[in-house]
């Protein structure tokens, strides 16, 4: 079956899925393989549970009139969401960047649709399947697209460009991150720049930080807006408070490295002509979730949750942020940073060095690599931290919990009361 073909059938109800746990009746089931799994052996269960069809690329798996067998799932899955997006001819977003791009997508969201019928990416279902399986999840009646790209390696973004086809983009920073997979700072900058010559080749448009001397660089040859520099914080203690238009806006985002994504938001909205009402009303009502830098209260201690993901930048503007917060009791709690490469040993030791530097109260580090630096008070699991915390509790702290998602650190929070 042709794209056209099959483009027909998803385009009469616009589901698509890719698990067997969430079937939606009438959906189309695409049986997609990973390394220790064969989707052509849910393809019987997704249409018992409701599927009107399965896409298959194992003829061992046919079933008479409700598979669809092709050469390669996850290549149809792809092309039928490029297909999809040039019939849809709305405006897409592009949004990529070693830090924040999530919370940055879920505000510039917030504030589009306060007037536009938005779609966006769901969490951060950011890769190769994650893109179009966004772009699929928009319908006939979307008017605006908003699509995160992530990657760890090279042409991955430019790839990604390929099936979403953005017409504006934004990178929201160059740092630290999948140093492994990108071979070291220089590499990340020219993978996620990957995005700038996308735009620059189709004559597409690009949001930069006219503070920011390497987006600068990369753009001076290419239709670029800078974001909006009238917008400044007024007050950060905890949670932002910006000067907006002689008008203050108080966000439930903390951390001043929000400031970026929330001119990124405002930027963005104002050039979709969203109304200042609007714009404000988006921001104010936008709260972070899934361990985001959220903010959670206890009865004895105040927690910054921010454990969705970390690398040395964002650890950094992290640490450095919580230093400004006043109190008079903070603790730290830091997980290891994963995907660093040769850079780890190093990397991890430096946020050690920062930590003393910057004097908290206590400063507790848990995992492998952090275990191996300088640090006084260091776990290897977060197991044994959990027993270190239930002999002796917490109490009346502010506490900043931070690492890699596969650390998993939000099991803390049962036992912090």
Excluded: W
């Amino acid at each position: 079956m042709n794209i056209e073909a099959l483009y027909q059938i998803y385009s009469s109800n616009y589901l698509i899925t890719t698990d067997t746990r969430a079937i939606k009746r009438d959906s189309i089931f695409f049986s997609l393989q990973g390394d220790h799994f064969n989707g052509n052996k849910f393809a019987e269960k997704a249409i018992q549970k409701g599927a009107k069809y399965a896409v298959i690329d194992d003829i061992n798996y046919q079933i008479k009139g409700k598979t669809i067998l092709v050469n390669n799932v996850l290549e149809t899955l792809q092309k039928l969401a490029n297909y999809h997006r040039r019939q849809l001819n709305i405006p897409i977003l592009g949004i990529t960047g070693s830090n924040g791009k999530t919370t940055t997508k879920e505000l510039i969201h917030a504030v589009l649709k306060t007037q536009f019928n938005t779609g966006a990416t769901k969490g951060n279902l950011n890769n190769h399947i994650g893109v179009p399986l966004t772009l699929l999840s928009f319908t006939n009646e979307t008017e605006i697209g908003i699509v995160e790209m992530g990657a760890n390696h090279q042409k991955e973004i430019e790839f990604l460009c390929s099936i979403c086809e953005p017409d504006v983009g934004y990178i929201t920073n160059f740092g630290k991150a999948h140093l492994e997979g990108f071979g070291g700072i220089e590499g990340v900058i020219k993978g996620k720049s990957e995005l700038y010559t996308y735009l620059k080749s189709n004559n597409k448009i690009a949001f930069v930080d006219a503070n920011d001397a390497k987006q600068l660089e990369l753009t001076n040859t290419m239709e670029r807006i800078s974001l909006d520099s009238s917008i400044s914080i007024s007050s950060s203690q905890p949670y932002i408070s910006l000067n907006y238009k002689n008008q203050i806006i108080d966000t439930q985002l903390i951390g001043i490295y929000n400031l970026n994504n929330l001119k990124a938001a405002i930027s963005i909205g104002e050039y979709h002509k969203i109304s200042k009402k609007n714009i404000i009303t988006g921001i104010s009502n936008y709260k972070p979730t899934n361990n985001r830098s959220q903010v959670i209260e206890k009865k004895s201690n105040t927690i910054v949750m921010d454990a969705y993901n970390a690398n040395p930048s964002s650890t950094r503007l992290a640490l450095e942020n919580f230093n400004d917060i006043d109190h008079k009791n903070k603790i730290v709690i830091l997980g290891d940073m994963f995907e660093l490469g040769e850079d780890t040993e190093h990397e991890h030791q430096n946020i050690v060095n920062l930590c003393n530097r910057l004097g908290f109260n206590r400063c507790v580090f848990v995992g492998e690599h952090y275990s191996k630096t300088s640090a006084v008070e260091k776990y290897l699991t977060v197991a044994s931290l959990k027993e270190a915390m239930t002999a002796t509790p917490l109490e009346k702290s502010y506490i900043l919990i931070k690492g890699s998602r596969g650390m998993f650190l939000e099991q803390l929070l049962e036992y912090i009361n």
